[in-house]
Structures are given as structure tokens and as C-alpha cells.
Nanobody
């Protein structure tokens, strides 16, 4: 059974850091990209970052570029999103997914998991 489970969210203050984790099971992760998405209340889900399975190349949304870092550990079947300098506008439910590639990942659709809530508030 293909499954991706997000964890690591929480309530933090502006400027704090968090690392989200994405645990994959039921498929060979190294053949797929890992992408992170987020959905804030009243807004559409948006692509945040993606890391290729082929060569590890990364891409970021402009709003998080320079603050977030995506990584993966194929041996552990894990993906990560390190989030630094968090802002209130980063508040959202964060989801991970496994598209075939990072090309056009922002429009990737899947059966989304539960996600993990990140709340940035003073």
C-alpha cells in the first residue's frame, strides 16, 4: 500500500525553525521526486518545494526560497523540509507527495494524507 505520512509540525514563534518529515512506504522512493505542499485556511493548496529522485535537484516557491531546505534519505525512505525564519504567513497544513518528477509539481494531484499543521504566531 502506497503511503506518505507527514509529521513534525507544531506551534512556533516568528523566526523559529521546524523540520517536517515525510515517511514513505509501499513503493521505491528513489524512483520518485518528493514534493511538499501547503494549504492555509481559505486558500488553495500550493507547491512549496520539490527534490528530484533522479539527481537530487531542488526547486522552491519564491515565498520560501532561502528559508526552507528540502532533503531526502532514500535508504530511510524519508523526505524532510527544514523551515527556518518562519513567518506567520507560513501557517498552513503541510503535505508531502511523490510525483514522478519535479517538472510542474505545483499542479500535482493525489490522494492527500492528513498533513501536519504548522502554526507561526507570536
Amino acid at each position: 500500500q502506497v503511503q506518505l505520512v507527514e509529521s513534525g509540525g507544531g506551534l512556533v514563534h516568528p523566526g523559529d525553525s521546524l523540520t517536517l518529515s515525510c515517511a514513505a512506504s509501499g513503493f521505491v522512493l528513489e524512483y520518485y521526486a518528493i514534493a511538499w505542499f501547503r494549504q492555509a485556511p481559505g486558500k488553495e493548496r500550493e507547491g512549496v518545494s520539490c527534490i528530484s529522485g533522479a539527481d537530487g535537484s531542488t526547486s522552491y516557491a519564491a515565498s520560501v526560497n532561502g528559508r526552507f531546505t528540502i532533503s531526502r534519505d532514500n535508504a530511510k525512505k524519508m523526505g524532510y523540509l527544514r523551515m527556518n525564519s518562519l513567518k506567520p504567513e507560513d501557517t498552513a497544513v503541510y503535505y508531502c507527495a511523490a510525483p514522478l518528477s519535479c517538472s510542474g509539481y505545483g499542479s500535482f494531484q493525489t490522494d492527500w494524507g492528513q498533513g501536519t499543521q504548522v502554526t507561526v504566531s507570536s
